[in-house]
């Protein structure tokens, strides 16, 4: 079984100041680790995904993600917080390939805040 | 390119009507869609895997008979809620999948029930 764990439903960053975004998961298999942001009302953006191979990843708009196995996190970063970066993120883990057809477990979800 | 559009975004309805909604891959072809419900201020739950040319795989505690789908192309999936109730009013979600590490996610479709 697969989990998903968002710390934090609301951070609150000032303009410029680091944005950090905490996601910690469960995998009883190797796991595909993606962060989703998403604006009021609208579907779900795909910011970055790491399947396998470098754990440093780099997404749109700034963000990044590192996947830590030993610490079974996924935590997303980003060094300037804009005021367009307010919005919910989400983490998902998928069981990857050749497990459960690619269905996506979704956090809690996590509202960023930017202050100006 | 990868765009995902649902049809309609917003939708009103009386209890007892169904209501279809529509999610299509604009510009890439998708065996597997998937569908989303999420309620305000919630994460999405994944309510069914909806493959081409075979019948929907839903999750546990989701209606089969309520929620019909219907996945007719490789770029079309149909979602339609059946004699709807208030209870069913949410925000409903797709995504489809042109590989296996990737799903693109549509705008979404506000269903509300009177």
């Known amino acids: 079984a697969q989990s998903v764990t968002q710390l934090g439903s609301h951070v609150s960053v000032s303009e410029g100041a680091l944005v950090l975004l905490r996601c910690n998961y469960s995998?009883?298999?190797?796991?595909?680790l993606f962060w989703y942001v998403q604006y009021p009302n609208q579907g779900l953006q795909l910011l970055l995904k790491y399947t396998t191979g470098a754990t440093l990843v780099k997404g749109i708009n700034g963000f990044e993600a590192e996947f830590k196995k030993s610490e079974t996190s996924f935590h997303l970063t980003k060094p300037s917080a804009h005021m367009s970066d307010a919005a919910e993120y989400f983490c998902?883990?998928?069981?990857?390939?050749?497990?459960?057809?690619?269905?996506?477990?979704f956090g809690q979800g996590t509202e960023l805040s930017v202050k100006p | 390119g990868a765009v995902v559009s649902q049809h309609p975004s917003r939708v009103i309805c009386k209890s007892g009507t169904s209501v279809k909604i529509e999610c299509r891959s604009l510009?890439?072809?998708?065996?597997?869609m998937f569908w989303y419900r999420q309620f305000p201020k919630q994460s999405l739950m994944l309510m069914a895997t909806?493959?081409?040319?075979?019948?929907?795989?839903?999750e546990q505690g989701v209606e089969k008979d309520k929620f019909l789908i219907n996945h007719a192309s490789l770029t079309l999936s149909t979602l339609t809620v059946t004699s709807a109730h208030p209870e069913d009013s949410s925000f409903y979600i797709c995504s489809a999948r042109p590989s296996y590490d990737t799903q693109y996610f549509g705008p979404g479709t506000r269903l509300t029930v009177l």
């Open positions: 998902a883990v998928g069981a990857g390939r050749g497990n459960q057809g690619g269905k996506l477990i």
């Open positions: 995998s009883s298999v190797p796991p595909y």
């Open positions: 510009d890439f072809q998708a065996t597997t």
């Open positions: 909806s493959n081409e040319g075979s019948k929907a795989t839903y």
